[in-house]
């Protein structure tokens, strides 16, 4: 079956700009995350979402990011007023449920700010 | 705090020989424990996961791993590396209380033919 998608797989943008990435589940799964990969470290947790529930927005930097799901379905994180730090790899994972279940990823957007 | 901690960043095997890789972690409880594998340009793939249970873990391509309590380790084995296995392995872990996971800083591993 299709896996986590992810558009777009990369993207270029010049500090200041904003930025929307996407992400497909897979279909079913009510859990969604988001990672950030910064060029030579581990994943970062950014956001969770979990069927209706209020998302955990815990590892969210700073109050330019942002995300939104609809329902259990796409999912698209927002970076308003990119900076150069923000330069990494997103990724996208979904799950069947939370709490442990396995998660599989996308094959992550990369980003680069200028 | 958890933590997940990769304690070699780099390590070279040569083909045929065997590989360890290994991990701790910093949690109140057990928690659930994960390695993933990324290739240059791919996402992360799963390797294994521990729940609970036997301590001893088959996962995909030959890989295994250990967990130990006493230790607060899951140390990733391989009898036989092939050059194909020349990727960063990650390290993770979750909490019943936290969804997301907890990433180690990964290990590059680079296959000598």
């Known amino acids: 079956g299709a896996g986590v998608s992810q558009s777009p797989s990369n993207k270029v943008t010049e500090k200041g700009k904003d930025v929307e990435l996407r992400c497909d589940p897979i279909?079913?799964?009510?859990?969604l995350y988001w990672y950030r990969q910064r060029l030579g470290q581990g994943l970062e947790f950014l956001i969770y979402?979990?069927?209706?529930?209020?998302?955990?927005k815990s590892g969210l930097p700073s109050d330019r990011f942002s995300a939104e799901r609809t329902g259990e379905s796409v999912s698209t994180l927002t970076i308003q007023r990119t900076q150069q730090e923000d330069s990494a790899v997103y990724l996208c994972?979904?799950?069947?449920?939370?709490?442990?279940?396995?998660?599989?990823f996308g094959p992550g957007t990369r980003l680069l700010v200028l | 705090a958890q933590s997940v901690t990769q304690p070699d960043i780099h390590i070279t095997v040569s083909e045929g020989a065997s590989l360890e890789l290994r991990c701790n972690y910093s949690?109140?409880?057990?928690?659930?424990l994960f390695w993933y594998v990324q290739s240059p340009g791919q996402g992360l793939q799963l390797l294994l996961k521990?729940?609970?249970?036997?301590?001893l873990v088959q996962g995909i391509k030959g890989f295994e791993a250990e967990f130990k309590r006493s230790q607060s380790s899951f140390n990733l084995r391989k009898p036989s590396v092939h050059w194909s296995d020349a990727a960063e392995y990650f390290c993770?872990?979750?909490?019943?209380?936290?969804?997301?996971?907890?990433f180690g800083s990964g290990t590059q591993l680079t296959v000598l033919p």
């Open positions: 994972a979904s799950s069947l449920a939370g709490g442990g279940e396995t998660q599989y």
């Open positions: 279909s079913g799964h009510t859990a």
């Open positions: 979402f979990q069927g209706n529930s209020a998302p955990d």
């Open positions: 949690y109140g409880a057990t928690p659930y």
């Open positions: 521990y729940f609970s249970g036997d301590t």
């Open positions: 993770a872990a979750s909490s019943g209380s936290a969804r997301q996971l907890t």
